[in-house]
């Protein structure tokens, strides 16, 4: 059984920082492309990062490019997202997703529904 699990959210003010967990089970993380994305209120789900341990491959989207880094631990299984310099706009649910494929083969490694398995969310505040 395949399970995702975050953890690390909580609140902040805004120039702060936090560092996302996800600690997957059943599943081989540094095979396949694990991604994170994020969720606002009243707003669509969209991608943060993606990582592919094994082809060394990271990929950001254009707004969190500077700010955002995910790297991994092989050996926990456990994929991170260290998020610096925090604003008011990122306040989200974040989520960590996995694919059956490596990044590469999806193209758009930030797109949803490309993704098979999900964690639970952790919620990130922002406060300016």
């Known amino acids: 059984q395949v399970q995702l699990v975050e953890s690390g959210g909580g609140s902040v003010q805004a120039g702060g920082t936090l560092r996302l967990s996800c600690a997957v089970s059943?599943?081989?993380?540094?095979?396949?492309?694990m991604g994170w994305f994020r969720q606002a209120p009243g707003k669509e789900r969209e991608g943060v990062a993606a990582i592919w341990s094994a082809g060394g491959s990271r990929y950001y989207a254009d707004s969190m490019k500077g700010r955002f880094t995910i790297s991994q631990d092989n050996a926990k299984n456990t994929v991170y997202l260290q998020m610096n310099s925090l604003k008011p706009e990122d306040t989200a649910i974040y989520y960590c997703?996995?694919?059956?494929?490596?990044?590469?083969?999806?193209?758009?490694?930030?797109?949803?529904?490309?993704?098979?398995?999900w964690g639970q969310g952790t919620q990130v505040t922002v406060s300016s």
């Open positions: 059943g599943y081989t993380a540094s095979s396949n492309c």
């Open positions: 997703a996995a694919a059956g494929t490596a990044c590469a083969w999806l193209g758009n490694p930030h797109i949803p529904k490309d993704y098979n398995y």
